[in-house]
């Protein structure tokens, strides 16, 4: 059997199709399982695609929402290109069903399988639709959503809650073996700031604006981004040897079960993953919604407050990031409240889940 795979150009896209990947053979009842993923280049795609040892095909494709006049244009005939190639791809992979995980890139490909009468099923991380999702959901055989407020924004008789799927990793890995990993002190408490796998400027500056406060009462684990990665060095060459040592600037984290698993708390955007993985690994939250793409990330960061995992902060207020690490970090009772709040969103048979409803429409 053939299942084509296809997301868009974030980790919280990609990271879903790759945890369903990895769940398929044993679903399958001992069913050879054959996988391609088609996306974008942008964001790493490719890069996660063959880390996972899944063959990797580009297709064009850009968003459509937000353009000048001749933007749209351009989106438009790059997402006409995108089918053509789609159309063509399909023709030669012969793929049983469809799995599509959100954004842009996955519109022509969805498009040209459902003119191919190959079935598709859509999973939304989101808590709520973008415009990708909501187009796709008209095409979709199925669609898998991360809770219940999502079926308020799409066909109900399409749709079942299955949970956002995450690695294995998360749930099979030790924090104090992490820690030596990561090479951090297993007496220190650790705070991890990710801004996804591009990084996010305006969480790499209000860190660095907070180290000198930070630092006196945790270590930070942050992933910058390659654009902020030199800026990130340049910051910690002026700390002393003292906070220096508590100061892990990186790139990008590509073991981030572990990075979780040593924390004690993250600060991060509030994309899709962030439904999910700190949820998988037991760890309370500082989500800072994005102010871009709609407003999902802001649905994504209230849901998680509202069942007390996670404190929302605005990005106006970010200036008050140590001031309220550092309250946390001080409170273990309600760091411990907020980490079984996160625990109790888990839903760890998601990946199996979605990959039977994919293999049901396969069939």
């Known amino acids: 059997m053939r299942i084509l795979l296809t997301g868009g150009g974030t980790g919280g896209h990609v990271y879903p199709a790759l945890s369903v990947a990895e769940a398929l053979p044993e679903r399958s009842e ?3 399982i054959e996988l391609l993923f088609a996306g974008t280049a942008r964001g790493g795609v490719q890069r996660l695609a063959a880390r996972a040892g899944i063959p990797f095909v580009e297709v064009a494709a850009a968003p459509i929402r937000g353009h000048s006049p001749f933007g749209l244009l351009r989106a ?5 290109e995108g089918l053509a190639q789609s159309w063509r791809m399909i023709g030669r992979f012969e793929p049983s069903a469809v799995l599509a995980t959100g954004g842009y890139a996955t519109v022509p490909v969805c498009l040209a399988a459902r003119l ?5 099923v859509l999973y939304l991380p989101d808590i709520y639709p973008g415009w990708a999702v909501r187009f796709l959901a008209l095409l979709a055989t199925r669609i898998a959503i991360t809770d219940r407020p999502a079926a308020d924004h799409l066909p109900r008789k399409k749709s079942i ?3 956002y799927p995450v690695r294995r990793e998360f749930a099979n890995t030790d924090g104090i073996l992490a820690r030596q990993k990561l090479g951090l002190a297993p007496d220190v408490s650790v705070l991890l700031v990710t801004g996804a796998t591009q990084g996010a400027q305006a969480l790499n500056c209000a860190v660095w604006d907070a180290l000198p406060a930070l630092l006196t009462f945790c270590a930070v684990l942050h992933q910058t981004g390659e654009a902020g990665l030199a800026q990130a060095r340049m910051v910690a060459a002026g700390l002393s040897s003292t906070q220096g ?12 079960p572990a990075a979780m698993a040593a924390a004690d708390l993250v600060v991060m955007r509030s994309g899709a993953s962030a439904l999910a993985e700190p949820a998988a690994a037991g760890l309370p939250a500082i989500l800072v919604p994005g102010t871009f793409a709609g407003a999902h990330q802001r ?28 309250g946390l970090l001080g409170d273990r009772p309600r ?3 907020m980490a079984a709040a ?7 048979e998601a990946a199996r889940r979605i990959a039977d409803v994919l293999l049901g429409v396969a069939a």
Do not use: C, S
Not at 76 to 80: K, M, P
Not at 300 to 307: C, E, G, V
Not at 312 to 317: N, R, S
Not at 342 to 348: F, K, N, S, V
């Open 30 to 32: 001992g069913e050879q």
């Open 76 to 80: 438009v005939w790059r997402t006409a």
């Open 116 to 120: 191919r009468n190959v079935p598709i």
């Open 161 to 163: 809650v299955t949970g």
């Open 245 to 256: 040592g508590r100061y892990l600037p990186v790139a990008y984290i590509d073991d981030m």
């Open 299 to 326: 649905h994504n960061a209230l849901f998680m407050q509202a069942r007390g995992a996670a404190i929302v902060l605005e990005e106006p207020h970010l200036n008050e990031l140590a001031a309220i690490v550092n």
């Open 335 to 337: 760091l411990a409240k």
């Open 342 to 348: 996160a625990r109790g969103l888990d839903r760890p």
